[in-house]
């Protein structure tokens, strides 16, 4: 029990009565009798209030929390008590997840259910811990504040983010996939299974124009056809120390490899959804898990438990032993797309050497995660001499960038240069284009 200001108000006024038996001994018998009277409130003060055992208390949430996103907790309490409660609730979240709100407060009705809810945000994966719930409530005259621990230690884990998982399996059950900035689910292209008629377009191939129906109906019909299923899709990851620097430029932001991480899981399930064989690399200066391309939920499943807990690691990357390793361990044609980050020329020549190697057989597509801090400076303008040279190295930077993009293109590699907010949107829609085109 906690003593509230009430009670001290009320204790204070006998000191007035104490030092006035400096003028009147008989005021000390008049505050004996006022002490007696605020301990006996203060006793029925204590019995009449309800005990914490009245109250059950609960939290819900996933065991699975989503890198990144905003989780929410929900903490639920039922109430035996006889009257109304004011309560203020503190959750023991885990230390290092920060959450939106850290005291809670709501009232309960008597033989009621209140429900309270924050939100988590995790930055970095990983094992974590939730400790106890705490309440406080006013007494029924208001003399302390009754306050509670309830036992509620839990563990959870921190994956990538699943949450835009659930958002797609939604979405695309309700056909508002653009809602997401993806085409519809379903898409056409150049595969080999005819599918439909529809009106010719500007941007259709002449090829693709249906002769017999153009002269039936008197106006241009073109065919579609069903993108072809069973292809095979890896995701070969950097995990090496460029991978470790925030995407947004801030101090507490994702890292690369988080965005990086979540952009594979959620093209991982779209290409198993679309039929298709996901597989995975991670490396950094050697390669630190494989799983090779299968269909099904299940290697969708498996790619989540295996990137949940995948460290940064701080040493310079070797993309020849990765590639290498990948060349000969998969000889399938593949679209196989390589999530780095690229600093000069000088560090990209092995990067440029075996994805052009790559290309001989497979389609190779390289990922990276455009610097918002270098564009801001490079498009700033100079307002004293420091922000010269600023401007002059971000500019730098930026041509060298676009020189190891251009040759990586030249070399038969495609590219893809996004924010990091656009990572899995962009990455989508590049295998969707690629699959519909016929080009994997």
């Known amino acids: 029990m906690i003593p509230t200001l009430r009670l001290y108000l009320i204790l204070l006024a006998s000191a007035v009565l104490i030092a006035g038996a400096a003028i009147t001994p008989l005021m000390i018998w008049i505050a004996v009798a006022y002490l007696t009277v605020v301990a006996v409130l203060a006793s029925a003060d204590f019995l009449l209030t309800d005990r914490p055992t009245v109250l059950d208390v609960e939290r819900i949430n996933d065991s699975r929390l989503s890198l990144g996103a905003s989780n929410p907790v929900t903490i639920l309490i039922a109430s035996r008590a006889r009257r109304r409660l004011i309560l203020q609730i503190r959750d023991e979240h885990p230390d290092e997840i920060p959450a939106d709100v850290t005291v809670l407060s709501g009232a309960v009705d008597p033989f009621a259910l209140l429900e309270v809810r924050y939100h988590l945000r995790p930055l970095r994966r990983g094992d974590y811990m939730f400790g106890d719930i705490n309440l406080r409530y006013v007494s029924a005259f208001g003399t302390f504040v009754q306050q509670a621990r309830y036992p509620a230690s839990a563990p959870v884990k921190v994956y990538p983010n699943v949450l835009d998982i659930r958002k797609y399996d939604l979405?695309?059950?309700?056909?508002?996939?653009?809602?997401?900035?993806?085409?519809?689910?379903?898409?056409?292209?150049?595969?080999?299974?005819?599918?439909?008629?529809?009106?010719?377009?500007?941007?259709?191939?002449?090829?693709?124009?249906?002769?017999?129906?153009?002269?039936?109906?008197?106006?241009?019909?073109?065919?579609e056809y069903e993108t072809e299923r069973s292809q095979y899709v890896v995701s070969v990851i950097d995990t090496g120390r460029l991978m470790r620097a925030p995407a947004d430029g801030s101090a507490g932001g994702l890292a690369r490899l988080d965005y990086a991480i979540n952009a594979t899981l959620l093209l991982s399930y779209v290409v198993t959804l679309k039929g298709d064989h996901a597989g995975l690399l991670t490396f950094a200066d050697d390669v630190r898990t494989y799983l090779a391309p299968k269909r099904g939920k299940s290697q969708f499943y498996r790619m989540l438990e295996t990137l949940y807990n995948v460290p940064f690691e701080p040493v310079e990357s070797d993309y020849?032993?990765?590639?290498?390793?990948?060349?000969?361990?998969?000889?399938?044609?593949?679209?196989?797309?390589?999530?780095?980050?690229?600093?000069?020329?000088?560090?990209?020549?092995?990067?440029?050497?075996?994805?052009?190697?790559?290309?001989?057989?497979?389609?190779?597509?390289?990922?990276?995660?455009?610097?918002?801090?270098?564009?801001?400076?490079?498009?700033?303008?100079?307002?004293?001499?420091?922000?010269?040279?600023?401007?002059?190295?971000?500019?730098?930077?930026?041509?060298?960038?676009?020189?190891?993009?251009?040759?990586?293109?030249?070399?038969?590699?495609?590219?893809?240069?996004?924010?990091?907010?656009?990572?899995s949107v962009a990455v989508i829609e590049k295998y969707l284009e690629l699959k519909g085109r016929g080009m994997i």
């Open 171 to 223: 979405f695309a059950r309700k056909g508002l996939l653009l809602e997401m900035g993806l085409r519809p689910a379903r898409i056409f292209g150049q595969g080999v299974e005819f599918e439909r008629l529809r009106e010719y377009r500007p941007d259709d191939e002449f090829r693709r124009i249906n002769w017999k129906a153009t002269a039936r109906r008197g106006k241009p019909i073109a065919a």
């Open 320 to 423: 020849a032993r990765a590639l290498t390793y990948l060349s000969a361990r998969h000889k399938r044609r593949s679209l196989i797309i390589v999530f780095t980050d690229l600093v000069t020329l000088d560090a990209a020549r092995d990067l440029i050497a075996h994805m052009a190697r790559l290309a001989r057989r497979h389609l190779p597509l390289c990922v990276v995660l455009s610097d918002p801090n270098i564009t801001r400076l490079a498009g700033r303008a100079p307002t004293e001499a420091t922000d010269v040279y600023r401007r002059g190295v971000a500019e730098m930077l930026l041509a060298e960038r676009r020189v190891v993009l251009e040759t990586l293109h030249r070399n038969g590699v495609l590219t893809l240069d996004v924010p990091a907010d656009r990572l």
